[in-house]
């Protein structure tokens, strides 16, 4: 079982940054894709960023592309997200997680999640 501690978020104006970390338990970390999702207040959670095992291939939604990057260290054993150019619309708790497709849509590979981190971008 893969554990996930994420870190890195706080209080931001539109059209700052701040980066993001997820530290993960486990072996096999580094054979898994990984994620972003966030959760923001009243709306389910939804997927942000994915990075393949090997770090060769990203995907983002639209909605943050071009704007954040993800990226891993698999010597460390964690993946982060570079969020540039924040809007009061990411306001949301973001949380990381292995990720699979399901359906033509990434999703996260596990039904657990790590308690996540608040990321709050005042206008």
């Known amino acids: 079982q893969v554990q996930l501690v994420e870190s890195g978020g706080g209080v931001v104006q539109a059209g700052g940054s701040l980066r993001l970390s997820c530290a993960a338990s486990?072996?096999?970390?580094?054979?898994?894709?990984m994620g972003w999702f966030r959760q923001a207040p009243e709306k389910e959670r939804e997927f942000v960023a994915t990075?393949?095992?090997?770090?060769?291939?990203?995907d983002y939604a639209d909605s943050v592309k071009g704007r954040f990057t993800i990226s891993r260290d698999n010597t460390k054993n964690t993946v982060y997200l570079q969020m540039d150019s924040l809007k009061p619309e990411d306001t949301a708790v973001y949380y990381c997680?292995?990720?699979?497709?399901?359906?033509?849509?990434?999703?996260?590979?596990?039904?657990?999640w790590g308690q996540g981190t608040q990321v709050t971008v005042s206008s």
């Open positions: 486990g072996r096999t970390f580094s054979s898994y894709s």
């Open positions: 990075i393949s095992w090997s770090g060769g291939s990203t």
């Open positions: 997680n292995p990720t699979v497709i399901r359906g033509n849509r990434y999703s996260a590979k596990y039904d657990y």
